[in-house]
């Protein structure tokens, strides 16, 4: 599957994002209420996982209703709170909302099978599992929202420059305000399910940044913001699929990173020193330089010494190298030679593991044959998946092989389903035809797109 087939739809998502973000973003920025967008983000995954909670795919429309109620819910807190010469700032409110969505989500999702997948895929999204009925989808709510914005724009505008001085004016600046936080709510709702709450709190943010940094016309910050932020998922979407990185947080590092230069290009051109200035900037960089390389080499030291790298859990076995990186494992086999690894060995230090955590430990396992035998043994479908995984980078057909099986039983959980789907669909590319791992995988129609799956792995081969 080559880079622009691969990459063709989320980069169009990228597109559509930064079109509407970066002008919301220009607003946010005025309105000094920067974390408005992380708040809403959060609060509309927050209905999404409750909505998972019922057993409803995140990415179905009873999931999209209970995520933009929760979010009409958000905006209309904010407007209530933003009141002329008011004691306590909003950013706080926001803040607290923010900070209360995040904790009552991960208390919802505690103990619930797949519940640790659930808040990863909604901080990173899945931006390679973007369709194309979902960028139609998301074209037609975000046109809705800048038709309205461009009828209403003056009062928009008016308002987000000085919220007071309209107020006194006679504009009925709360009603505004909500009607503003709906139609930003809409389009967040819209893009935490495939960006997830990190991205779109980027692509809202940064452009919207580097464009108030370089000019004050609002046209030009708008202009500045579409072109930085095409040029910068392009990029991010490359290296993510050259490199074989997650697609979201590779995106969100590079916003990051063209953030800093714009900002040390700005901070040249207008010193009034340009050798002082360039002097600061190089040492700036070599101070960041002597940090890296310091941590590196002080972490490379500290593994050395027990007393260092030791925690209180160690002599139960389950070590903080473990947990952390999965490479304890997959030491300890090499060390000890191919065949002191066993399926039922394997089998036996994944039990008590979460799925995050199962996978973590298999990336220090590269025996594919033990791995195989391992998922034939198992009676637990949430590490025959983690198992599945681990083995379709060690060997594409054996593992997709493996994912297709769990795909195909209709004992399977569809979360798990699911996650095998898109786990394929991160190695393949989509298929010609859709397999809906909501409905039963005997269902006619899913029965050709597993077909059409199979023989896609085999021509891959």
Same mark, same amino acid.
């Given at each position: ?52 909670? @019922? ?147 980027? @692509? ?29 998922? @392009? ?22 990173? %063209? ?11 207008? %010193? ?41 859990? +160690? ?9 952390? +990186? ?27 593991? +979460? ?49 297709? +099986? ?56």
């Amino acid at each position: 599957m080559g880079a622009v087939s691969l990459m063709a739809l989320p980069f169009l998502e990228c597109l559509i994002l930064v079109g509407i973000h970066s002008y919301l973003g220009l607003h946010v920025i005025r309105r000094r209420v920067i974390f408005v967008d992380l708040a809403l983000a959060q609060i509309a995954a927050l209905g999404t996982t409750i909505a998972f909670l @019922f057993g409803l795919n995140p990415h179905s429309t009873g999931a999209y209703i209970f995520s933009l109620s929760f979010t009409f819910i958000g905006a209309a807190v904010f407007s209530l709170t933003r009141v002329p010469n008011d004691r306590v700032p909003q950013e706080a409110v926001i803040g607290l909302s923010y900070a209360l969505a995040a904790s009552v989500g991960m208390l919802a999702v505690f103990g619930a099978p797949h519940g640790a997948e659930h808040i990863q895929n909604i901080a990173m999204g899945s931006l390679l599992w973007v369709t194309a009925d979902d960028i139609i989808h998301a074209l037609i709510a975000y046109s809705f929202v800048g038709v309205v914005h461009f009828i209403f724009r003056d009062k928009f505008i008016e308002i987000s420059e000085d919220h007071d001085a309209a107020a006194k004016k006679g504009l009925k600046v709360r009603w505004w305000d909500f009607l503003f936080y709906m139609l930003f709510g809409l389009v967040i709702t819209h893009s935490v399910q495939t960006a997830g709450v990190l991205l779109v709190f980027v @692509f809202l943010v940064v452009p919207a940044i580097m464009g108030v940094m370089l000019t004050d016309k609002l046209w030009l910050q708008l202009a500045i913001g579409w072109g930085v932020g095409t040029l910068v998922s @392009f990029v991010g979407l490359a290296v993510s699929y050259y490199g074989d990185l997650p697609s979201g947080p590779t995106v969100v590092s590079f916003y990051g990173l %063209a953030l800093v230069l714009v900002a040390l290009v700005v901070y040249v051109v207008r %010193a009034k020193n340009t050798l002082r200035a360039l002097g600061h900037v190089g040492l700036g960089v070599a101070v960041t330089a002597a940090l890296f390389v310091g941590f590196i080499g002080a972490g490379k030291y500290m593994a050395t010494i027990p007393a260092l790298a030791s925690g209180p859990d +160690d002599h139960q076995g389950h070590t903080s190298a473990m947990l952390s +990186d999965g490479h304890a494992l997959g030491h300890a086999h090499d060390a000890q030679g191919d065949e002191a690894l066993t399926s039922e060995g394997l089998l036996e230090q994944l039990a008590s593991l +979460d799925l995050v955590e199962k996978k973590r430990v298999l990336r220090g396992v590269s025996d594919s044959q033990v791995i195989n035998n391992a998922i034939g043994a198992s009676n637990d479908v949430e590490t025959k998946f983690a198992l599945a995984s681990r083995l379709l980078v060690l060997d594409h057909v054996l593992g997709a092989g493996r994912l297709l +099986d769990l795909m195909s039983d209709d004992a399977t959980p569809p979360i798990f389903r699911d996650d095998a789907l898109h786990t394929l669909m991160d190695r393949y590319g989509s298929c010609d035809k859709s397999f809906d791992p909501w409905t039963s995988p005997t269902d006619e129609a899913n029965q050709r797109a597993l077909d059409a799956w199979r023989a896609k792995v085999q021509l891959a081969r």
